[in-house]
């Protein structure tokens, strides 16, 4: 167990001193960040928004798509039954005889 602790102990320093090394060489982590960098962000984050909202209206249009092309369908379907209840009310029972 004293041998974990002592591991710890020795990354921990070693992290520090890397952090130190790099603060000394380079400045502070908010001196280091650009307007660059943030911009980056702000571009990258408004093309991720205009691709999700792209993807929901495109959901959105495909879905209302194939509700409209059901529901066309459903009403074609119902005419041409109609139409085939028309005749056999008509009395035709394919004998030929006209009434």
Known sequence: ???????TLIEEARTQRMRLGSALLYGRVDERR????????????LVV????????VGISFVSDLLATQAAEKAASGMVATTGTDAEADGGDDGSGARP
């Open 34 to 45: 650009s307007v660059n960098d943030n911009l980056r962000r702000l571009v990258g984050s």
């Open 49 to 56: 928004a205009a691709l999700a909202c792209a993807v929901c």
């Open 1 to 7: 167990m004293p041998d974990l602790r002592d591991r």
